[in-house]
């Protein structure tokens, strides 16, 4: 379901950006689950160029029962540019939610002005898809832009508004990083390296998808693969408290 948005974002990745590979960590690149009721599978692909230190993004496809689409894009720590967060959820025909946005790493004004409010225009293009639904488990103050998308639709809106609304982030997104000037001193790379620090951390603990993963492949790969793969500058907390 989600395919025609992984191959358009590899595709212009290619277009734009040297791409070298980044490991991913052994036995977390693909994994197959046969524990649910249908069948599942797990990839993920991961890259860094001179302009982003880690571009991930991993598919979920779970036959009929689940189509997941997520990645995240991070700058290298002497652009201050949001980062690119994608997260496409389907779980049967029913359940559709789309989320995707500029995530900001900081929160005055300014920043916003800058990074932001560009997007303004986008969200307003795709105003069904911005339907300002609650967050349950993640602070929307927080690394949430007020421009996201955030939606649950239906399977024709994802193929149709969605793929185009997806298409016209990423170009914004390009141009963004393309325009972005490097920062020139240590301390602003700093901020901006903690800030990204911060946002795994954040993520790791927060991130809803922990007991999927572990449904389907256990809660010794679901943890690895958080703290390793998505989210490998976060602390497991057990460890944090020694
Ligand atoms: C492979 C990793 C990965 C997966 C599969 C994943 C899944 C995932 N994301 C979710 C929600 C969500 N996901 C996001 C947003 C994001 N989440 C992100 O990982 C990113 C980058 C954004 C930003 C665009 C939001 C805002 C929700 C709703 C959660 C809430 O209500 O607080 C949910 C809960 C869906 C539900 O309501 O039942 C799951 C299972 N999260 C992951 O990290």
């Given at each position: 379901?989600?395919?025609?948005?992984?191959e358009?974002?590899?595709?212009?990745?290619?277009?734009?950006?040297?791409l070298?590979?980044r490991?991913?960590?052994?036995?977390?690149?693909?994994?197959?689950s046969?524990?649910?009721?249908?069948?599942?599978s797990?990839?993920?692909?991961?890259?860094?160029?001179?302009?982003?230190?880690?571009?991930?993004y991993?598919?979920?496809?779970?036959?009929?029962?689940a189509?997941?689409?997520?990645?995240?894009?991070y700058?290298?720590?002497?652009?201050?540019?949001?980062?690119?967060g994608i997260?496409?959820?389907?779980?049967?025909?029913?359940?559709?939610?789309?989320?995707l946005?500029?995530?900001?790493?900081f929160?005055d004004e300014?920043?916003?002005?800058?990074?932001l409010?560009?997007?303004?225009?986008?969200?307003?293009?795709?105003?069904?898809?911005?339907?300002?639904?609650?967050?349950?488990?993640?602070?929307?103050?927080?690394?949430?832009?007020k421009?996201?998308?955030?939606a649950?639709?239906?399977?024709?809106?994802?193929?149709?508004?969605?793929?185009?609304?997806?298409?016209?982030?990423?170009?914004?997104?390009?141009?963004i990083?393309?325009?972005a000037?490097?920062?020139?001193?240590?301390?602003?790379?700093?901020?901006?390296k903690?800030?990204?620090?911060?946002?795994?951390?954040?993520?790791?603990?927060?991130?809803?998808?922990?007991?999927?993963?572990?449904?389907?492949?256990?809660?010794?790969?679901a943890?690895?693969?958080?703290?390793e793969?998505?989210?490998?500058?976060?602390?497991?907390?057990?460890?944090?408290?020694?």
């Amino acid at each position: 379901m989600y395919r025609p948005f992984l191959e358009h974002l590899e595709t212009s990745l290619k277009e734009r950006f040297e791409l070298q590979p980044r490991a991913i960590p052994e036995g977390l690149e693909c994994q197959l689950s046969e524990r649910g009721r249908n069948p599942a599978s797990i990839q993920s692909w991961c890259y860094q160029s001179p302009e982003l230190r880690k571009i991930r993004y991993t598919y979920i496809d779970g036959g009929k029962g689940a189509q997941i689409f997520n990645g995240v894009l991070y700058p290298n720590h002497c652009y201050d540019v949001p980062l690119l967060g994608i997260d496409f959820l389907s779980f049967g025909k029913v359940k559709n939610l789309i989320v995707l946005d500029f995530q900001p790493l900081f929160q005055d004004e300014a920043y916003e002005a800058k990074y932001l409010m560009p997007l303004k225009e986008l969200r307003d293009n795709y105003a069904e898809l911005a339907q300002g639904l609650e967050m349950k488990f993640y602070d929307a103050n927080q690394y949430f832009s007020k421009y996201l998308l955030f939606a649950k639709t239906d399977t024709e809106t994802v193929s149709t508004r969605v793929l185009a609304a997806f298409k016209d982030y990423l170009d914004l997104y390009w141009r963004i990083l393309a325009d972005a000037e490097p920062l020139t001193t240590d301390v602003e790379v700093a901020r901006v390296k903690q800030a990204q620090i911060d946002y795994d951390q954040y993520s790791a603990e927060r991130d809803p998808a922990h007991g999927l993963f572990t449904s389907y492949f256990g809660s010794e790969w679901a943890d690895r693969f958080l703290y390793e793969f998505l989210f490998e500058d976060a602390v497991p907390l057990a460890v944090q408290a020694h």
